[in-house]
Structures are given as structure tokens and as C-alpha cells.
């Protein structure tokens, strides 16, 4: 069973910082892109930071010079460190990883979602 696991959200004033991780466990050939999106409450689920499995990144220019992504492709892991956090990145955050299966002597390709972790900016 291939899945994704969230860590580390809650609730933190403005201007502080969170730390969210994301493991990936199961029968796992490799992880190809990996990222976090968010989706706050009557808004569509939108992508906040991603990293390749050759380390380029892509970040949402609302959190650019604050969040930062990072992965251990060793223990199939990626990371988003939020500072300077402010009201409106209040959201839930979620896991996002293209992984790559071997089944029955072939390769296939799938994407996964953990099940998201609730980030709370409030005073």
C-alpha cells in the first residue's frame, strides 16, 4: 500500500513559522516530482512549492522568499519550511507526490495525495 504522510501543521501567530513533512512509504521504484499544494476555503486547490527529483524547484509567487522546499530522496521525504507566515496562508495543506511503481515487470506511473494537514495564521 503506496501512500503519503503529513506532518507538522497547526496553529501559529503571524509571522511565525511552520514546518511540514511528508513521507512516502510502500512499494516505491522511485519518486519523480514532489510538492505541496494548499486549498483554503472556497478557493481551488493551488500549487504552493514543488521540487523534481533532480532538485528544481518551483514556488507559488505568494510564498517565494518565504517557504522553502526541500526533499531526502534517500527516505523518500520532502519538506516545506514557512516563515514570515501571514493570515492569508491559512489553508490545508497537502502532500503531493508522481511516484513510480514496479508491478509485474513494468513500470507505472501514479500520482498520490496525502490526506492534509490544517495550517491556522491567527492572532
Known amino acids: 500500500q503506496v501512500q503519503l504522510m503529513e506532518s507538522g501543521g497547526g496553529l501559529v501567530q503571524p509571522g511565525g513559522s511552520l514546518r511540514l513533512s511528508c513521507a512516502a512509504s510502500?512499494?516505491?521504484?522511485?519518486?519523480?516530482?514532489m510538492g505541496w499544494y494548499r486549498q483554503a476555503p472556497g478557493k481551488q486547490r493551488e500549487l504552493v512549492a514543488s521540487?523534481?527529483?533532480?532538485?528544481?524547484?518551483n514556488y507559488a509567487d505568494s510564498v517565494k522568499g518565504r517557504f522553502t522546499i526541500s526533499r531526502d530522496n534517500a527516505k523518500n521525504t520532502v519538506s516545506l519550511q514557512m516563515n514570515s507566515l501571514k493570515p492569508e496562508d491559512t489553508a490545508v495543506y497537502y502532500c503531493?507526490?508522481?511516484?513510480?511503481?514496479?508491478?509485474?515487470?513494468?513500470?507505472?506511473?501514479?500520482?498520490?495525495w496525502g490526506q492534509g494537514t490544517q495550517v491556522t495564521v491567527s492572532s
Open positions: 503531493n507526490a508522481e511516484m513510480v511503481l514496479y508491478r509485474f515487470g513494468t513500470t507505472t506511473t501514479r500520482n498520490y
Open positions: 510502500g512499494s516505491i521504484f522511485s519518486i519523480n516530482a
Open positions: 521540487i523534481t527529483n533532480g532538485g528544481s524547484l
